[in-house]
Every structure is written in structure tokens, then in C-alpha cells.
């Protein structure tokens, strides 16, 4: 798997992975999926009984999880930029300072 701390091509800041351990623990398997900042969570499918299938969405319970920390959003400095930022490629870097941008105009 690509390292996006070592900025190898084809990694992502954010990793979603998925397990499945049937049959068995040692024969099951795991699923990852990518995103990159400011875009979308992916809907994974999950697996159920059988053969049926979930398809999650995993933006659903992060933006009621968010609504619901009212306190910390309201305390969100968006004048400066988070701890690490130098961690993010030149691409991500941008998506959050365009975000910040963005959140910073619309506060009173």
C-alpha cells in the first residue's frame, strides 16, 4: 500500500478499511478505501449474512457527529492553519487552506 506520509504516488491522507474475516480469520479479507481531503467519504459496501450487502455511507454519521460537537466547531480557528500541515502533499495543502478560506469568510 502506497505511504502517503513518504508522498508515494497513488496514497491518500484517509483510509477507511474494511475486514472480513470469513470464511475464517486467516482466509477473510480486507478492503481499503482512499480519500482525499475535501472530497467525499466513500460508500462502502458491507457485508452482511450470505452473501447481502450494506452500502454505507460513512459522510452520514461524520456530519451528525460534527453538527452534534457544536461547541468545538464554534472554536474552530480557521485564521490559522492546523498542527502538521506540512504533512499534507502540495495538493491537499491546498483543498485546506481553500476550505479555511472559505469558513473563515463566512464567520462573522
Given at each position: 500500500?502506497?505511504?502517503?506520509?513518504?508522498?508515494?504516488s497513488?496514497?491518500?491522507?484517509?483510509?477507511?478499511?474494511?475486514?472480513?474475516?470469513?470464511?475464517?480469520l486467516?482466509?477473510?479479507?480486507?478492503?481499503?478505501?482512499?480519500?482525499?481531503?475535501?472530497?467525499?467519504?466513500?460508500?462502502?459496501?458491507?457485508?452482511?449474512?450470505?452473501?447481502?450487502?450494506?452500502?454505507?455511507?460513512?459522510?452520514?454519521?461524520?456530519?451528525?457527529?460534527?453538527?452534534?460537537?457544536?461547541?468545538?466547531?464554534?472554536?474552530?480557528?480557521?485564521?490559522?492553519?492546523?498542527?502538521?500541515?506540512?504533512?499534507?502533499?502540495?495538493?491537499?495543502?491546498?483543498?485546506?487552506?481553500?476550505?479555511?478560506?472559505?469558513?473563515?469568510d463566512?464567520?462573522?
Amino acid at each position: 500500500m502506497p505511504s502517503y506520509a513518504r508522498h508515494e504516488s497513488g496514497s491518500f491522507p484517509y483510509l477507511i478499511i474494511l475486514t472480513d474475516p470469513r470464511p475464517s480469520l486467516d482466509k477473510g479479507t480486507a478492503r481499503i478505501y482512499g480519500f482525499r481531503v475535501n472530497e467525499a467519504f466513500p460508500r462502502i459496501p458491507i457485508p452482511l449474512a450470505g452473501a447481502e450487502t450494506l452500502i454505507f455511507d460513512f459522510s452520514l454519521p461524520y456530519q451528525r457527529t460534527f453538527e452534534g460537537l457544536s461547541y468545538f466547531r464554534n472554536r474552530a480557528d480557521y485564521s490559522t492553519l492546523p498542527p502538521r500541515i506540512s504533512t499534507y502533499d502540495p495538493a491537499d495543502r491546498q483543498r485546506i487552506e481553500e476550505v479555511m478560506q472559505k469558513a473563515s469568510d463566512s464567520q462573522p
